[in-house]
């Protein structure tokens, strides 16, 4: 998490979350930053790994039956989901079209939610579309939860600590 904060700031000095200047932008740092290349790589492929050691742990927790701690398993559970919603939402950034279509196409899942879906949808997009108002939205919150991330990690190291681990000895 520490890696992914510190090359994601790095990232974000020379981003911009312009529709027009995005693309251009992340091919500005992998072509003229220095190293650039391999910190956007870096942040990029460390998501996956961060995201396969999220998925052994959470398999480790289910097979030692850690969800009896209700408390650290919740947070635990909404940890991963702010963990794949700032992964969803760094997708998005460069805004290529597989990243503008992604968003589009995910977003609109949420239109599935009875009363509500609509509206959520069009709220979360900042308008009635996918365009600069999300982009700009998403890189914020991509920028903010990380943080909140390490809160929350602390909040459920600290009830780990409580409970004390379900790992044999």
């Keep these: 998490l520490i890696i992914q904060i510190l090359t994601g700031l790095f990232l974000a ?43 052994l742990h959470v398999g480790r927790g289910l097979y030692y039956g850690s ?17 794949m919603a700032t992964a969803f939402m760094g997708y998005v950034l460069p805004w290529g079209q597989m990243s503008f279509w992604g968003a589009t196409v995910i977003t609109n899942l949420l239109s599935a939610i009875p009363y509500i879906g609509t509206s959520l949808v069009e709220w979360i997009w900042g308008g009635f579309s996918v365009d600069k108002a999300t982009l ?25 600590h409580e409970t004390g681990s379900n790992n044999p000895s």
């Design 136 to 160: 700009t939205r998403f890189f914020a919150f991509h920028f903010i939860l990380p943080f909140i991330i390490a809160a929350l990690a602390m909040v459920h190291l600290l009830f780990l």
């Design 67 to 83: 969800y009896i701690y209700f408390e650290t398993w919740n947070i635990g559970v909404i940890l991963l989901f702010a963990v």
């Design 13 to 55: 000095m020379h981003y911009t979350s312009d529709t027009l200047t995005a693309f251009s932008s992340v091919t500005h740092i992998c072509r003229d930053v220095n190293y650039g290349w391999l910190i956007r790589y870096m942040h990029a492929n460390g998501a996956s790994l961060f995201f396969t050691c999220l998925f």
